[in-house]
């Protein structure tokens, strides 16, 4: 976990996204944090957390629990299409597409 939130900091720190959820799952998440930069990732125990936002009372934390087969990729070109268990897809229209599937994806202020 710890290699993945290194990794979505390096990758998507700092960038906005617009955002869908392709299989539903996540639509309300998906509402409250399309637009606002990715400003902190970080990994306790097993559960990643990511914050986008400014450093403010507006920000939102959202949650990830991968479960058993959850996957989190980052992609600069080429990227393939989503599939059926993708909750998150963040796209930064001049960057990275980054893809997410797992078991949990919560947010919350």
Not at 71 to 99: I, Y
């Amino acid at each position: 976990m710890h290699r993945v939130a290194a990794s979505c900091r390096c990758k998507l720190a700092s960038k906005k996204f617009a955002c869908t959820s392709p299989n539903g799952r996540f639509a309300e998440g998906v509402a409250a944090i399309t637009g606002k930069p990715f400003y902190a990732t970080e990994a306790i125990g097993r559960n990643p957390f990511a914050w986008p936002g400014t450093s403010d009372d507006d920000d939102v934390c959202v949650h990830v629990h991968f479960g058993m087969a959850g996957n989190s990729a980052v992609f600069k070109e080429d990227e393939p299409g989503t599939t059926p268990t993708a909750r998150l897809r963040m796209d930064s229209s001049c960057g990275p597409v980054s893809h997410l599937s797992a078991a949990t994806v919560q947010h919350g202020t």
